[in-house]
Every structure is written in C-alpha cells, then in structure tokens.
Antibody, heavy 123, light 107 residues
Framework: EVQLVESGGGLVQPGRSLRLSCTASGFTFGDYAMSWVRQAPGKGLEWVGF??????????EYAASVKGRFTISKDDSKSIAYLQMNSLKTEDTAVYYC??????????????WGQGTLVTVSS | DIQMTQSPSSLSASVGDRLTISCRAS??????LSWLQQKPGKAPKLLIYTASSLQSGVPSRFSGSGSGTDFTLTISSLQPEDFATYYCQQTYSPPWTFGQGTKVEIK
C-alpha cells in the first residue's frame, strides 16, 4: 500500500523558512516523480511543483507563486521528499499535501496523496 | 498557464440522481485530465485519469469523457458517500492547474 506521510508543518513568522518532509513507503520511491499541492483554508487546490525521477533528470518545475522561494528535493536512499520554503508570506498559509506523480507520455497524473500538513504563516 | 474552468461551482442533488460536471481548458490538453474527489478535512482522491480511465478501486458509477478542451465527469447514480467537492486537473504541461471545484450537496 502506498503511504505518504508529511511532517514539519507549524506556525512560522513571515519572512522565515520552513522545511516539510514527506516519508514514502509501499513503492519504489526512485521510480516516481514527487509533487506538492497546497490548499489555503476554505479554498481550492493549488499545485506547488514537482521533482522528476532521476531517470528523467531529477529536474524540478514550480508554480509562479512559489518559484525562487520554494525548492523541492528528494533523497531516494531514504524515500523522502522535501519542500524547502523560504521567505514565507501570509498567503502561503495552507495545508500542504505530498503527492506521488506519474510522468509518462500520454499518462501523466497524480495518483496518491498524503494526509497533509498545515503551515500557518503569521506574526 | 492553462486555465481550467469548472461548471457549475456548486449544485444540489438527490441520492439516485445522474450528475454531470464540466471542465473546460483554456487550450488543448489532449487527454491529460484528471478528476479528483475531496471530502471535508480529507485529502483529495483520484477518480479518473487521462480523461476517461477509472482509477483502481473507484466505483463504476463514475465515468469521464472528453478530449482537447472540453471534459465531463458523470456520476450515473449519486450515492450518499458521493457528496463532496470535485476538481479537475490538467497535467498536460506545468504549471499543472486545477479547476476551482464543484461542491455537490444534498438536496
């Protein structure tokens, strides 16, 4: 069974940094891309970014709203994905979901979600 | 960026009703379209991928159709556990984008 468990959320002041972790199990972590999606309180879903598997270069893509401030990385040996969030703004307040993504030509999708971790940016 | 527009934003329906939700992309996304279901306080769940493929374990009353820019999610006979918010998402090109959601409520 695929399991994705996020950790590291909490209350942080504007301008500060926070790192989220996503510990994966139940699948061969290195074979998949990993993506982050967030949801502000009472709002819809917003894609944050993803990191490709090493077979596809391990490169990253980001939403414009976080590009230059957030960095996605992963440690295949530990089956952990990370979301490093710098220069946080109040509008970054959201539940952050770790997701597993398939990046196959003709068949690209997010197919598994973690339970989410809440990040609150406030002074 | 590709914009995804869902309609309606909300609807009221009864158990047993046939339901359709629409999703329109601002440009062609071929069939790179997923449908997700989210219940309050829970993570989203994948229902449909590549516009019409049913995710494993999802009941067959859910179906998807469309390609290019226009897509539809259909629930053939609404069940009590189907009252939730539904999102479409394009994975044709980053940034991947979601529709604004359709909340399905009990009439």
């Amino acid at each position: 069974e695929v399991q994705l468990v996020e950790s590291g959320g909490g209350l942080v002041q504007p301008g500060r940094s926070l790192r989220l972790s996503c510990t994966a199990s139940g699948f061969t972590f290195g074979d998949y891309a990993m993506s982050w999606v967030r949801q502000a309180p009472g709002k819809g879903l917003e894609w944050v970014g993803f990191i490709r598997s090493n077979a596809y270069g391990g490169t990253t893509e980001y939403a414009a709203s976080v590009k230059g401030r957030f960095t996605i990385s992963k440690d295949d040996s530990k089956s952990i994905a990370y979301l490093q969030m710098n220069s946080l703004k109040t509008e970054d307040t959201a539940v952050y979901y770790c997701t597993r993504a398939l990046l196959i030509v003709g068949n690209t999708r997010i197919d598994s979600w973690g339970q989410g971790t809440l990040v609150t940016v406030s002074s | 960026d590709i914009q995804m527009t869902q309609s309606p934003s909300s609807l009221s329906a009864s158990v047993g009703d046939r339901l359709t939700i629409s999703c329109r992309a601002s440009q062609s996304i071929n069939s790179y379209l997923s449908w997700l279901q989210q219940k309050p306080g829970k993570a989203p769940k994948l229902l449909i991928y590549t516009a019409s493929s049913l995710q494993s374990g999802v009941p067959s009353r859910f179906s998807g159709s469309g390609s290019g820019t226009d897509f539809t999610l259909t629930i053939s006979s609404l069940q009590p556990e189907d009252f939730a918010t539904y999102y479409c998402q394009q994975t044709y090109s980053p940034p991947w984008t979601f529709g604004q959601g359709t909340k399905v409520e009990i009439k």
